[in-house]
């Protein structure tokens, strides 16, 4: 197929969080529209693709990025307009090459991250399809499983909760539907079940969910089993976690936060493997710094009862899963393709984790933006689960209905099984 771009637009918006972000439009010839925007973490990665801001204080904190959309509108557009829309690997290395840099700093990754979900959004209208039909060839037979971010941990006011994200995941639901409305109920009842415990009013924390009323992780699982059981939820759901541990890692001492104390690697694998001991989770993310090569193949080796899955530890980085993979440090990895920078390069990551049996879970960021290509991804490529956030806030909420739609669009589509993807 054949339908070349016409012309590329960029434009200065703002994410879930009011920071600024890219937005591109890509028309081809044929009158097809594209857009794509770049979201952006609360957490971010030190390897991810750079995100190019303004720097001046006056404007947003120094947040906007008028210079990447300047770079958009002189340097890349041009550069692409012309090419045919459905060569999006030639596009995005036509792109990576302008750039000439290791983590695209020179033009910005938002800049060139927005411009490749654009045209992959205008091939995909060209070609008259949904984005998720385009990448799947045809209609799909399962959905994910969601999970849901419902305690978020981090600093908050007096306490430190090291680990970053309290997830649930209703994988033992009857279908999608229920999925959702499971995790629904047990974050509308967290709040009852957060006073009993703690004596506390709930809080909203930086990813929307509650923050966590304590620095004792076991606490924070206890009080998410509870609100289930007081639901009657409990027999549907399991437990994940994202430690970001990065966030807690002292380079100086080599030493993670846990409990107000300073441990080493092997003592926070130690704990962390008595944790799935007590409690069933599908997976957890990030529990070791994203330059802790050497702690990684412990944990896999040393806690067989959850996947070790890694995200700033991987970036969507192809580079980065291979030498990770044969360390023999990962599960899995998180699929955020904004933090490599291209379709092309995300895609590539994904397709070497499913040749060597990792897994691949999809997530939008906290940063996050409605219609975001990630939840096409994990759709089209027909990825077992996936990372939803909190059930609260528009672009959170738009993931869940978009799950729910695709099966109802999808004759005999259900919702994946992930029974085999367990360790517990």
């Known amino acids: 197929m054949t339908d070349r771009i016409k012309s590329v637009t960029a434009r200065q918006l703002i994410d879930c969080k009011c920071r600024p972000l890219v937005e591109v439009d890509v028309v081809t010839e044929n009158g097809f529209l594209g857009r794509g925007s ?24 120094g947040k906007s990025v008028h210079k990447a959309v300047d770079n958009v509108c002189s340097v890349l557009g041009p550069a692409i307009t012309g090419m045919n829309v459905f060569d999006q690997k030639l596009i995005d290395e036509t792109m990576i090459r302008l750039d000439g840099t290791d983590n695209k700093s020179r033009l910005g990754g938002n800049a060139i991250y927005a411009v490749s979900v654009a045209v992959f959004r205008a091939a995909a209208a060209s070609a008259g399809m949904d984005l998720w039909r385009y990448i799947a060839g045809g209609p799909v037979s399962t959905v994910p499983v969601p999970s849901f971010n419902v305690i978020n941990g981090g600093k908050n006011g007096n306490i430190t909760q090291p680990f970053n994200e309290f997830l ?124 802790d090569w050497e702690a990684f193949p412990k944990a896999v080796s040393r806690i067989p009862q959850t996947n070790i899955i890694g995200d700033d530890f991987i970036v969507t980085n192809r580079k980065r899963i291979e030498q990770a993979y044969a360390a023999g440090g990962i599960a899995g990895f998180i699929l955020k393709p904004n933090q490599v920078g291209t379709i092309t390069e995300a895609l590539d990551t994904f397709s070497f984790a499913k040749e060597h049996g990792l897994l691949a879970i999809t997530s939008g960021r906290s940063g996050g933006v409605i219609d975001d290509v990630v939840m096409d ?48």
């Open 38 to 61: 770049a979201p952006t973490g609360s957490t971010v990665g030190m390897y991810e693709s750079y995100v190019l801001r303004d720097g001046d204080p006056a404007e947003y904190g």
């Open 168 to 291: 649930i995941m209703p994988w033992k639901a009857p279908d999608i539907w229920n999925a959702v409305e499971t995790g629904v109920r047990i974050f509308e009842e967290l709040p009852k079940t957060i006073r009993a415990r703690f004596g506390t009013e709930p809080m909203t924390g930086r990813s929307y969910g509650y923050t966590a009323p304590s620095e004792d992780p076991e606490e924070v699982l206890d009080t998410i089993l509870d609100a289930a059981d007081s639901c009657g939820c409990l027999d549907k759901i399991s437990l994940a976690l994202d430690c970001a541990s990065s966030e807690m890692y002292d380079s100086a001492t080599k030493t993670y936060l846990l409990k107000g104390k300073r441990i080493s690697s092997d003592e926070l694998i130690d704990y962390t493997r008595e944790l799935t001991e007590k409690y069933d989770f599908v997976f957890i993310e990030d529990l070791l710094d994203e330059n």
């Open 377 to 424: 991804l994990a759709v089209g490529l027909q990825i077992g689960f996936i990372k939803n956030g909190a059930p609260r806030s528009g672009e959170r909420i738009e993931k869940l209905n978009f799950l729910m739609r695709v099966c109802s669009l999808n004759e005999g589509c259900r919702m994946a099984d992930i029974s085999s993807l367990v360790r517990f």
